[in-house]
Structure formats: structure tokens, C-alpha cells
């Protein structure tokens, strides 16, 4: 089975412009989340999407969005880049996205904003 | 406000031998718990959970303690080996579901397996 995949792996943009990230998630599963890891602040949760609709969103600012396709793919999209977006970004698939359900990771996209 | 924390930004431990990293937690609402593995480059790796209605979880060489009274959970390694050399993190989440703000994760802990 494959697993998450993240596309594109790495990306630079510079301050003021926005940049759309791209997530399949596993086959089956319906629940994406994304997350954004920086040195200083660890993992930390954006958004999760199931059937298409944004069930929960972590403490980001509006420049942060996402949506999900009827398929489970989901995009993120950041406008207005500031230096302190630089991260990685990850994405991660579960079934359902409630109660015990296991979440798995992409590899990433690594965000650099000059 | 830190609600899961992972005190040891890094821990060495020896080839064969035991690695033990800590998590605390502050939310007394989480009631599932995870562990992730994560390498350079990669993103996390699901090792092993456990749910607030168990003490220990068991899965190879890799054993999952909670202590619900004192807020605190340990995974163990036994043995160690070179390959588990990476960052360990540890999540909380909800069981029951609804509101539930996605995994929360402490900032990990380096693991250097020593030869």
C-alpha cells in the first residue's frame, strides 16, 4: 500500500507571495491533517479535513488554508509569506481521524521563505 | 503552555543496552497516547499507542508505560540498536472524538545510540 505522499518536496518563495502544498494520503483513509514543524516550536497542528470539510484548525493565522477533494486529496495554501513560515510542512492521513485512529506522516514539504 | 513536554532534548544510551525517554502531559482530558520515530528528511513514523484504559503496551522492543496519576508515559527500548538512532516524539489526542484539536506533540527527544 502506498504510503502519503507530499508534493513538491522543497520549495522557496520569497516574503509577500503564497504557495499552494499538495497531499495524497493514504489509500482508504478520508481524514488529512496538517502540521507545521519549526525548530523552535516543535510539531504543530494547522487543520484537519474529512469528506471535504474542515473539521478542526490549530491557532495559525487566516493566511493559513486548506481544502480537501472528493477523492481525500488535500492542498494547503499559505498567502502573504513571512520569513517565519519556513518550516516543514507535514501532512498525515488516518481512516476517520477520531478516537484511536493511528495518523501517518508524509515526508514533507520543506519551506523556505527568503 | 506546553501540554506535552519531553524534557530531554537528547539521551545517549549504548548499543544492547536500554533507552527510556520521557513524556509528561498537562491535559488531563487527553486519553490516547502515541509515539512517533522520526529521521532527517522523513516525516514521523508511528511506532506504538496506548489508550489511558491501559498501564503498558507491548509491541517487540518497544514498550509503552502510562501513568495516568503522575500525568507521565515512557516508551522503552530493549535492546537498543544503531538504527533507532533518531528524533522520538510523543502525541496526545482524544478518544472521544469531537474537538479534538489534532495530535499534540511534545518537542521530541534525540535518541544517539552509541556503538
Known amino acids: 500500500k502506498a504510503g502519503v505522499t507530499q508534493t513538491p518536496r522543497y520549495l522557496i518563495k520569497t516574503r509577500g507571495q503564497q504557495v499552494t502544498l499538495s497531499c495524497s494520503p493514504i489509500s482508504g483513509h478520508r481524514s488529512v491533517s496538517w502540521y507545521q514543524q519549526t525548530p523552535g516550536q516543535g510539531l504543530q497542528f494547522l487543520f484537519e479535513y474529512f469528506s471535504e470539510t474542515q473539521r478542526n484548525k490549530g491557532n495559525f493565522p487566516g493566511r493559513f488554508s486548506g481544502r480537501q477533494f472528493s477523492n481525500s486529496r488535500s492542498e494547503m495554501n499559505v498567502s502573504t509569506l513571512e520569513l517565519g513560515d519556513s518550516a516543514l510542512y507535514l501532512c498525515?492521513?488516518?481512516?476517520?481521524?477520531?478516537?484511536?485512529?493511528?495518523?501517518?506522516f508524509g515526508p514533507g514539504t520543506r519551506l523556505t521563505v527568503l | 503552555d506546553q501540554q506535552v513536554k519531553q524534557n530531554s532534548p537528547s539521551l545517549s544510551v549504548q548499543e544492547g543496552r536500554i533507552s527510556i525517554l520521557n513524556c509528561d502531559y498537562t491535559n488531563s482530558m487527553f486519553d490516547y497516547f502515541l509515539w512517533y520515530k522520526k529521521y532527517p528528511a522523513e516525516g514521523p513514523t508511528f511506532l506504538i499507542s496506548?489508550?489511558?484504559?491501559?498501564d503498558k503496551n507491548e509491541d517487540g522492543r518497544f514498550t509503552v508505560f502510562l501513568n495516568k496519576s503522575a500525568k507521565h508515559l515512557s516508551l522503552h527500548i530493549v535492546p537498543s540498536q544503531p538504527g533507532d538512532s533518531a528524533v522520538y516524539f510523543c502525541a496526545a489526542n482524544f478518544l472521544s472524538g469531537g474537538g479534538a484539536d489534532g495530535l499534540t506533540f511534545g518537542k521530541g527527544t534525540h535518541l544517539i545510540i552509541q556503538p
Open positions: 496506548i489508550s489511558s484504559i491501559k
Open positions: 498525515a492521513s488516518s481512516l476517520v481521524g477520531r478516537g484511536p485512529d493511528t495518523q501517518y
